[in-house]
């Protein structure tokens, strides 16, 4: 069965630092991999996504992704943090039975202090 | 454009009540979905749907209901409210199954009393 795992629950960053966001993922198959964002009382927006092209994923607002299948993981980063990058973070796989279906990580609450 | 639409955006519901949580999209997308998420959870499949007239039970089904006569709309239906459907719910539609990012309402936000 497909799954991800989000390290942290909570992360804390001050404002300009880099960012890293972790997510493991389990799979039987090549997965499509996504990062969504959910700003406070606000719907879910894709970051970037990977679907077996380049393992490098760039995204919107400056975030990138690796995919590393030794490792069983898909991390997201950013350079430098801004105060807007605060916010739920969730890593999430496609479910293998060709209807579309999401399985979300438990999220992680990116602070940014400034 | 107006994508996903989800309306009400806040409720409160006594326990046994019934509300039906109206989604709508205007992408012509044939894969809808509703989801709920709770604190430290992340999202949960409730419904989903692959095209008009056919729907599907996800992984939390219990004590909801869907329909999907159309297109653009894909209701949720809440029966007999209970504390433990305090929530909030997210309505998303896809134009494939695969590869291919969901686009995601605003969100409702219900609270069972």
């Known amino acids: 069965a497909q799954s991800v795992t989000q390290l942290d629950s909570h992360v804390s960053v001050s404002e300009g630092t880099p960012v890293l966001l972790r997510c493991n993922y389990s799979?039987?198959?090549?997965?499509?991999l996504f990062w969504y964002v959910q700003h406070p009382n606000k719907g879910l927006q894709l970051l970037l996504k990977y679907t077996s092209a380049a393992t490098l994923v760039k995204g919107i607002n400056g975030f990138e992704a690796e995919f590393k299948k030794s490792e069983t993981s898909f991390h997201l980063t950013k350079p430098s943090a801004h105060m807007s990058d605060a916010a739920e973070y969730f890593c999430v796989v496609s479910d293998l039975s060709n209807t579309g279906k999401l399985i979300f990580g438990q999220g992680t609450t990116l602070q940014v202090k400034p | 454009n107006a994508g996903v639409t989800q309306t009400p955006k806040f409720r409160i519901l006594k326990i046994g009540q019934s509300m039906t949580l109206q989604c709508t999209q205007d992408?012509?997308?044939?894969?809808m979905y509703w989801y709920r998420q709770d604190p430290g959870m992340g999202l949960k499949l409730i419904y989903y749907s692959v095209g008009a007239g056919i729907t599907d039970k996800g992984e939390v089904p219990n004590g909801y209901n869907v329909s999907r006569s159309t297109t653009e709309d894909f209701p949720l239906r809440l029966e007999l409210a209970a504390p433990s459907q305090t929530s909030v719910y997210f309505c998303?539609?896809?134009?494939?199954?695969?590869?291919?990012?969901?686009?995601f309402g605003q969100g409702t936000r219900l609270t069972v009393v």
């Open positions: 799979s039987s198959y090549s997965p499509s």
């Open positions: 998303a539609s896809s134009y494939r199954a695969e590869n291919t990012e969901a686009f």
């Open positions: 992408m012509n997308h044939n894969y």
